[in-house]
């Protein structure tokens, strides 16, 4: 006889995690943390974060280390994140006024003003991932390890996320400070990194759990911090004010093969390094904008250092040696040593809108998928959406400022227009010889994928000496 449903309740299954698998019944009945408890370490937490994210974003300019100023990019913008959860959290919390924006103990804030000053990059890295990296860890752990996870879970569940993103911080940070130790054995990152650490324990630690000790000394923080937006490389990047060869020309030069243009767009990807050193000074000269403009702007810095290792990878795929090429850097030079942080943004936007017609970021994935080489294929689709996307930050931050997007890129044309290139004075000056280094570069790849070179393509001869990236004149 059928049982009708409800009448025998089926038989209770024992074995299944309980509390839907959140913790044990031990830690379910925790009475350590009230919500207030719990906000105050979540705002510690906060405000490490947005230092390390600030102090990153600062540093990615004029760090000349091509892994670091690419891994700061990274890393800053995972701190960005983080950051965006805590706030998230905090203010579901009751806690209006939510109090963001207070330093929440000044020996933290002592902390990252000594931090940003770091004299050398071995101090620095040291600093960063020996010191306030694993202060995080530390204070991530003491909070899930307090607070009660039942009720507590989605405060848990974002500290869950941050602790496995820090803990790929470390690796990193401890390879990077073995290397730098070893290339430069009689330096020393001790006394600076016992101050930061001087700095955690006068704060009581990272959540203020332990008793406070005397807060150090100011030593580099003294004299006021005063950022470097002059782009540094490393010796790999030779000849960086060389402008002797335009990729652009080349690229939308109907006469030459895609598998030809490849080359061009691979340098034309790897060059973007230079979008993060002018981003990061937006970000470090602009004051007043709301949290959400810097995450999206740390989104979209982090995306164009991608677009770099993209470029860096697709020479490794075809066994060709991009440090014997100019890897120009006058753009973010130029653009941030001559134009204030927003006629940058407006420059960076009208570039990118510039990518979306039927003859940018389509026309290079194409060419790409024309080349025969499968990798190009994937670099460029993906690199297409990250710039739809980059297209609507600018829409957001930068157009909402105009009357419309026409203003809007009108401004930036002008910005751009502005731009003095010093083509001539940078050869005057014996920075360069804007030497074309195209037939050569072409004629190795040619010769390392066993393929003849098109003698069109080996004549090419196009500088950027009168015309910019977008073809259109420009000011010398
Ligand atoms: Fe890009
Ligand atoms: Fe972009």
Not at 382 to 402: I, K, M, N, P, T
Request: net charge negative; hydrophobic share 40%; glycine share 6%.
């Amino acid at each position: 006889m059928d049982t009708q449903p409800g009448t025998v309740p089926p038989t209770a299954v024992r074995g299944i995690p309980p509390l839907a698998g959140l913790c044990t019944f031990a830690e379910a009945q925790r009475s350590e943390w009230s919500v207030e408890e719990c906000v105050s370490a979540l705002k510690r937490l906060h405000y490490l974060f947005r230092r390390l994210h600030e102090v990153l974003t600062q540093r990615i300019t004029s760090e000349p280390q091509f892994e670091l100023k690419t891994a700061y990019s990274l890393h800053a913008y995972l701190c960005a994140e983080h950051v965006q959860a805590l706030r998230g959290r905090v203010s579901e919390m009751r806690e209006p006024p939510l109090g963001l924006d207070v330093v929440p103990h000044a020996a933290l804030q002592l902390l990252g003003d000594e931090l940003r000053k770091a004299p050398t990059t071995l101090e620095f890295v040291a600093g960063v991932y020996v010191v306030v990296v694993p202060a995080l860890q530390v204070g991530i752990a003491e909070s899930i390890g307090r607070t009660n996870r039942l009720p507590d879970a989605p405060s848990a569940r974002i500290l869950r996320f941050a602790a496995l993103e820090l803990g790929d911080l470390k690796q990193f940070g401890v390879e990077a400070l073995a290397a730098l130790r070893t290339a430069e054995p009689t330096s020393d990152s001790h006394l600076f990194t016992e101050t930061l650490a001087a700095c955690l324990a006068a704060a009581g630690g990272p959540l203020g759990l332990q008793p406070e000790t005397p807060c150090p000394a100011p030593k580099h923080s003294v004299q006021p911090y005063v950022y470097d937006r002059v782009p540094k490389r490393d010796s790999r990047f030779q000849d960086s004010y060389n402008a002797g060869v335009n990729p652009e020309a080349f690229l939308y030069d109907e006469r030459f093969q895609p598998r030809d243009k490849l080359l061009m767009m691979l340098y034309k990807r790897l060059r973007e390094i230079d979008v993060p050193e002018m981003m990061a000074s937006i970000l470090s000269e602009t004051s007043g904008k709301p949290w959400a403009f810097t995450l999206d702007m740390s989104r979209q810095l982090w995306d164009e250092a991608r677009h770099s290792l993209m470029g860096e990878v697709g020479f490794v795929s075809l066994g060709l040696d991009w440090t014997q090429i100019p890897v120009n850097f006058t753009w973010s030079l130029n653009l941030n040593t001559q134009l204030s942080p927003q006629e940058r943004h407006a420059v960076l936007f009208f570039i990118e809108q510039g990518l979306m017609p039927r003859t940018g970021k389509r026309y290079e994935w194409e060419v790409a998928r024309e080349s025969g080489v499968p990798l190009a294929g994937v670099i460029q689709d993906f690199d297409w959406a990250d710039e739809v996307l980059h297209a609507q930050l600018g829409r957001r931050w930068y157009v909402s400022e105009f009357k419309d997007l026409k203003e809007a890129l009108a401004y930036g044309d002008a910005c751009w227009s502005r731009v003095m290139s010093h083509w001539q004075s940078y050869r005057d000056q014996g920075l360069t010889g804007h030497r074309n280094w195209w037939p050569e570069f072409y004629a190795t790849a040619c010769a390392t994928q066993g393929i003849e070179p098109d003698p069109a393509a080996l004549a090419f001869n196009t500088t950027y000496a009168a015309v910019r990236a977008d073809l259109k004149e420009i000011a010398v």
